[in-house]
Structure formats: C-alpha cells, structure tokens
C-alpha cells in the first residue's frame, strides 16, 4: 500500500464520490487549544466515508463478476456505501448486517436496492457468515476494511484534506476496523511525513489500541457502545500491518464524550454527526490528545443517525 494507491483511487473516484468541504470554528480552536480542520465525510455520499473505498474496489471488478454481483457484512455504512456502489456501476449487492442495525441504515441500504440479510452480532461470526454468504451465490465479496482497494479508497478523504490544509501536525481518525486509518495514514505519512495520525476508539471498543500494545492482534467482545460502526472484534490483517507502522498512536474516548461532541457539533458547526463519527473531537474537548498540536485534521467520518436517536442522545 502506497501513496500512489490512494492517488490512483482519488482518479477514479473523482466525479463520483463529493470532494467533502474543510470547516473551521473558532469556539472549537478556543476550546480545545488548537487550530482544527474538520474533513466532513459526513457530508459524503450515502453520508459516510465508506462510499469511497467501496466504489474503488468495486469499479476494479470485471463485467462479468458485477453482473453476477457483491456481497458486503456491514453494522450499516459500509452496506450502504456497496449498495450506492452497486447500483451506480450497474451491479446488485446482498449485504449482511446485524439484527440491531438502526433502522435508518437498513432502510437506506434497502433503498440504495440492496439485498438485506439478518444476523446476530451477539453469536454469529460476520466474516465467516458473509464468506459463506458470497460462496453460496458466487458473489465477490467486498469486505470493509480489509482489502487494499477498500483500503486505499479510504484514504483518499485524507489525501483531499492534506491537498487543501498542507501543513497539518496531526491527523485524528476514527478506528473500527482500520481502513480508513490505514488509508489516512499511507495517505498523510506520503505527502507530509512529519504528521502524527492518531486514532480514537470507543472505550468499550478497544481492539486496535490492544493490538498496538500487545504488538499483535488481539480480538475483544462484541463492544457495546453508542458507536457501532467501531464496534470491531479484532483489527484487520492488511489494516493492522499498515497501522502497527504508521499510526503514531491511539487514544479512547467514552460514550459521554461522545454525545458532548456531537452537541458541539451541531451547536456549533451545524452539523449532523454519528457518534462513531464525533470520537476524534470528543478525544481534542476531553483533553485525550498530549502533546496538543499545533494544528490538527479531524475526519468526521459519518452522520448516518436517525432524529429520533440523535434527539434521544443529545437529550
């Protein structure tokens, strides 16, 4: 994984995927000490992140394998972003998702004319199911996070963010399963070499900061917190090698934190934000980050929450 993999993702996805704006505040900079530059995915097709590294593997797929078509597991943005994929590239896709998914994520998926298949995150493995699943019907799987396609697509939000702010002391990501770390990483590390990129787990979800520690990877419960798309057991194969070399760090946030960002961001930036996608402010506003850099990119990396369930938080 290379640089150029992620440049070469960023040609095809240019005029497909939203180049996502760069937003400042100045109450954010004075309350967390630092000059910020938010990349907001949230703002991305299918309003997450996960558009990119999706249609990057897809497109590279031959005619013949997307007409037979993809299948996906998913806790809800990735299938999303398959199924947009699919259909903008003339495919189907059969997506694997828990039983618990919102329903705002199924019915987006559904909506995006995706196939849903039901399973139970508490008991059933969804990488040996979707396996199974793409066996059974002669589907390319599109796993996501662990794959380089997937990987490199990721990375391609950060690769915008450095190109338009190209002096950033830190880049802070959100970690599931490590894709899109990895990308911002190979990504951030090629153009400025200088630049931390820190990564922020949910508390409960601790996989990847484990894995660093023990200098493999290590596998967790099921995390339950209010972030579910980082709700990862174990970090990726490919993920985990990129990150184990580039990451500079990893640090955690609770659920608490979490909602505190999501208020700040919709107060003050006006913004709509998922909790996985407010762990990197919440880590800046509960004082996670030390040193404090100078200047720092945040990625937001989705804001797929219904208004029940962000009423709900926030009150």
Known sequence: MSLDDVRDAADRLRGVAHRTPVLRSRTVDRLVGAEVYFKCENLQRIGAFKFRGAYNAMSRLSREQRDRGVAAFSSGNHAQGVALAARELGSSAVILMPSDTPSSKLDATRGYGAEVVSYDRYTGNRAELGRALAAERGLALIPPYDHPHVIAGQGTAALELLTEVDDLDALLVPVGGGGLIAGSATAATGIRPGCSVIGVEPAEGNDTA???????????????????????????????????????????VDDDQIVAAMRIFFERLKLVVEPSGAVTLAALLAGRIAPLPRRIGVIISGGNISPDRFAALLS
């Open 210 to 252: 484990l894995s660093l520690q023990a200098g493999h990877r290590v596998s967790i419960p099921v995390a339950r917190t209010i972030a579910d798309g980082l709700a990862a057991e174990t970090p990726g194969e490919l993920t985990f090698a990129i990150n184990q070399r580039l990451v500079s760090d990893i640090t955690l």
